[in-house]
């Protein structure tokens, strides 16, 4: 059996010491060679596992334990308490604590840990393992969050270390500090301390994966510059191949972003000449052409890409580069079809974490486009038909007429689509386009008869070719394909509720072409014509301008003008203000009303009270539910109830009159004509609360002609219509006037 040298050690220190010291030094040996050795070599084990499954030297959530581990934890947690418990005057009682410490802090058991940790600190003044004690404690008051306390701890272990040359102690306090920086994204200190522990560190494995963490957290506060420089360091060290590989790549990644395209394209085909990174090709031909993309080499990094895609299928590389390609054709080829074929595509792959949100975004905009782009030709040819009905018949004859010809032709076309689609591959882009099932989807799509009016389907259209022009400006960042579909709404919709907004749009069109002076007068005319709207709000910000007031009502400073005549007596002038109201802001709450002074004003000021019930009619058709309709809906029924009954009574007497002169002569019929009157004046004075004033008094000069009776007959009609008001209408004595007015 091999004795290592601590065991040499051991042997060397103990055994002169045997026969001298006695029990206590035997003690110790058989307390190593029974318990600690074991514990120790059990604890070494447990820690190497942990190490490996924990890669992330700044992950402040490290991943759990894994059970070989803890099993050989739960030993070593065991044994150190034997020792405790059954040699607690032997020189290993330090290390038991230690050990003890670290595994709860292992397990996660944070407070246990500190206690250990506290004993061996409070009872072992004279062990050589305090500073590392120290360490530890200071590392569970930071996992409990006691960070105040846990700073403070690792501020001293980190002087303490400096003074003692404890470098590996320095390292770990060090990494610490950098870990909780991070944690509260503190990234410019967390690089400060990085920055301390390269120059410190004396292990070299350490320093490359210090290094490589710092490349990161420089790219976290976009300073490119100095995350090349931190991973060009990390192959100044001795990282291992992986982490070598990783920070090659990822300096090239830094410096293209940094705008070095020419480097970084250096770096990739370094890497793809040497074999030994065979394995790696996805991923450095991936990056390969990417950087190409941004020299704008856009051919040759399709190309590239293109094997990247065919040649690794099932790579995550490969579905990256299928999202790259998408991004090729969309914002440099302007294939928008193949663009979002490719994003499809990346869409049902494996692919690099870093690119899962950004793919779905993209399917979710192409979605949202084609989506569009359908509804709008639908809408369009829609409206077509309503508009040309003749179209919608000539349309239906032709579809019906191509699908017998392509029944003919169907066999030929097969032939011919097999031939492009071995073309399509052979060029490598692996897009099978299937042009047989296109020709039919078209086919099989007849002729829609609109089912809504023109109007419906303007809007509609107004309402797409708004959303299409944002998705351009603001998505597919196509300044000018917005300026299109903006200008087509202007130009074509003028008359719909988009206005506005399409001109505050356009207004920013402007804006992003450099164009303020045109953008400004836009806004103006937005500003100046759109009060009511909400973007006037947007448009006065822009323009320093003051904020408008949304719930002003233009209708109300009429309505008090028309009100101030009304006061003066000027009762036209006022009468035709407040039409005004009505006819220029029909929506407005002030409109019923100003149409109920109006009729107000006809009725009680100027006795023309076939006018006044012409306006109350108006009233009552175009504001039912309002207040002003239902103050006059009952006088006005029965206005127009005895207007219907005098009308009827006239009718009759005159039909009356035309049989009497059939029947007895005219100088008869007339007569009795005049006798019905004369009963009718007698009853208009009987009915109750006609004012003495507007009564009709006995004629002793008998009509003796038709004309005269009529005459008469149309005097008690008038007189009948202003009875049938006055007996209904409210008593407004002048002084109240405006209040009513105003009500």
């Known amino acids: ?27 110790n040996f ?10 120790e070599h059990l ?80 009872t072992q003044q004279e062990s050589d393992l305090r500073l590392e004690a120290q360490l530890w404690l200071g590392k569970c008051q930071m996992k409990l969050n006691n960070s105040a306390e846990g700073l403070q701890t690792l501020k001293k272990v980190k002087d303490q270390a400096a003074q003692q040359e404890e470098n590996k102690i320095l390292e770990a306090a060090l990494i610490e500090e950098i870990k909780y920086k991070i944690s509260i994204k503190d990234y410019t200190s967390a690089i400060q301390s990085a920055n301390d522990f390269l120059k410190v560190s004396r292990n070299d494995e350490t320093s490359a994966k210090v290094a490589f963490e710092l490349g990161k957290l420089y790219e976290t506060v976009n300073d490119e510059e100095g995350a090349a420089a931190a991973y060009k360091k990390v192959l100044d060290y001795s990282p291992s191949y992986q982490l070598g590989f990783d920070s090659r790549i990822a300096l090239g990644e830094a410096l293209r972003t940094a705008g070095h395209n020419d480097q970084a394209l250096v770096i990739f085909e370094e890497l793809s000449s040497e074999d030994k990174n065979k394995d790696s090709f996805d991923r450095i031909n991936l990056e390969k052409g990417i950087t190409l993309a941004s020299l704008g080499k856009y051919d040759e990094a399709a190309n590239t890409l293109v094997q990247v895609d065919t040649a690794y ?63 709008l030709n639908f809408s369009k040819k829609e409206l077509t038909y309503a508009l040309n009905p003749d179209m919608f018949v000539k349309d239906s004859t032709a579809f019906y007429d191509s699908l017998n010809n392509a029944d003919k032709n169907k066999s030929s076309s097969s032939g011919q689509v097999r031939d492009n689609v071995r073309s399509e591959r052979n060029i490598g882009l692996d897009i099978v386009p299937n042009v047989t099932q296109s020709a039919q989807t078209n086919l099989s799509k007849a002729p829609v008869k609109p089912t ?55 207004g920013n069109y402007y804006l992003s072409k ?26 006065a910000g822009i323009l320093h301008k003051p904020l408008i007031d949304l719930k ?93 009954r005098i009308n009827d009574a006239i009718k009759d007497s005159l039909n009356n009159v035309q049989k009497g002169k059939e029947q007895t002569g005219v100088q008869d019929s007339l007569s009795v004509m005049g006798k019905k009157v004369e009963v009718n004046k007698q009853d208009i004075n009987n009915k109750k609360g006609i004012p003495p004033g507007f009564r009709i008094e006995e004629n002793n000069n008998k009509a003796d002609s038709l004309e005269q009776k009529r005459r008469l007959l149309n005097t008690r009609d008038e007189i009948l219509l202003r009875d049938s008001l006055l007996r209904k209408q409210e008593s407004v004595p002048k002084d109240t006037v405006k209040r009513k007015i105003r009500e």
């Not at 065991?7 to 220190?13: D, E, H, N, S, T």
């Not at 107000?600 to 009270?609: A, D, H, R, T, V």
């Open 552 to 644: 002003y009502d233009p209708a109300e400073d009429l309505y008090a003008k028309a009100e101030s005549e009304l006061m003066k007596k000027n009762y036209y002038t006022s009468i035709r203000q407040l039409s005004d109201i009505y006819n220029q802001y029909p929506s407005s709450a002030i409109a019923p009303k100003a149409l109920f002074a109006e009729g107000w004003i006809f009725e009680n000021k100027l006795n023309k009270l076939d006018s006044a019930a012409v306006i109350y009619d108006s009233l009552r058709a175009k504001y039912p539910a309002t207040e002003y309709a239902a103050r006059i809906t009952s006088k006005l029924d029965f206005y127009h109830a005895e207007k219907k």
């Open 30 to 39: 058989s307390t190593y060679f029974n318990l600690y050795y074991n514990t």
């Open 452 to 506: 809504v009016s023109a109007d419906s389907l303007i809007k509609k259209i107004v309402y797409t070719e708004f959303e299409l022009g944002n998705l351009f400006f603001t998505e597919f960042n196509l300044a000018d394909s917005a300026y299109y579909y903006y200008i087509d709404i202007l130009n074509n919709y003028p008359n719909t509720g988009y206005k506005p907004k399409t001109l505050f749009v356009l």
């Open 313 to 375: 299928k099932g790579s995550q590389y490969s579905g990256a580069a299928r999202f790259e390609l998408g991004k090729i054709y969309e914002e440099h080829f302007n294939n928008f079809d193949s663009a979002s074929v490719y994003y499809q595509r990346a869409n049902s792959s494996l692919l690099p974490p870093e690119y899962l949100s950004s793919v779905s975004k993209k399917v979710e905009k192409f979605k949202k486009y084609k989506s569009l782009i359908n509804d």
């Open 43 to 122: 604890f070494n084990e447990a820690e190497q596992l942990i190490a490996e499954g924990r890669t992330d030297l700044f992950a402040v959530d490290q991943p759990p334990i894994s059970t070989p581990a803890n099993q050989k934890l739960l030993s070593v947690i065991e044994k150190c308490s034997n020792i405790l418990q059954f040699h607690p005057d032997s020189k290993y009682v330090d290390d038991a604590l230690l050990m003890l410490g670290k595994s709860f802090y292992y397990q996660g058991n944070y407070l246990k840990s500190s206690r250990e940790f506290e004993e061996l600190l409070a």
């Open 1 to 27: 059996m091999v004795i290592n040298n601590q065991i040499k050690k051991i042997f060397a220190a103990v055994l002169p010491a045997l026969f001298i010291c006695g029990c206590s030094v035997w003690g």
């Open 514 to 539: 450099g164009d303020s002076v045109k953008a400004d007068s836009i806004f103006n005319y937005i500003y100046d014509n759109y009060k009511k709207e909400s973007i006037v709000n947007v448009a």
